[in-house]
């Protein structure tokens, strides 16, 4: 009988095989405010943590379970000198979910009331909830 020596990559590719957004069924972003965070789960599986912007004082990012109304790859705000907002996956009205260009405010307070990571990973949750549509999106936002 031969022994078979696993490397780490292939145990790496086998863990990101099971988390594969091929068979997802469910996405959930979970956006904490007050730590600032958006996690985003798989099939009830963790898969990255980011650091966002919500509300600055003055403001509010709205709280609640809610799901996807539209989806633009590219999009300017009108109620905000035409600021550009990437990736946008807008869930509460004129609220939603893009990518800043003010990366270096992320981790703290510093938006009208989107949630605002980095234009990375916007563009990757974006992409996820594009493949396997927009009703695999819940949006939970918490204090």
């Known amino acids: 009988m031969r022994k078979f020596a696993v490397s780490a990559a292939t145990l790496l590719c086998a863990a990101w095989a099971a988390l ?39 403001y509010v990012t709205p709280k609640g379970h809610l799901k996807v109304q539209s989806m633009h790859k590219t999009t300017y705000s009108r109620l905000f000198n035409n600021a550009p907002m990437p990736f946008t996956i807008f869930y509460d009205g004129h ?11 992320l981790g703290q307070p510093a938006s009208a009331g989107c949630v605002r990571p980095h234009p990375e990973n916007a563009r990757f949750l974006f992409e996820l909830v594009q493949k396997h549509g927009p009703k695999s999106l819940a949006v939970v936002v918490e204090g």
């Open 20 to 58: 594969a957004p091929a068979r997802a069924e469910e996405i959930v972003a979970y956006v904490s405010i007050s730590k600032q965070t958006l996690t985003v789960t798989v099939d009830n599986m963790s898969v990255y943590v980011w650091p966002i912007s919500t509300a600055r004082r003055g």
């Open 95 to 105: 609220y939603g979910i893009h990518g800043t260009t003010d990366v270096k405010k």
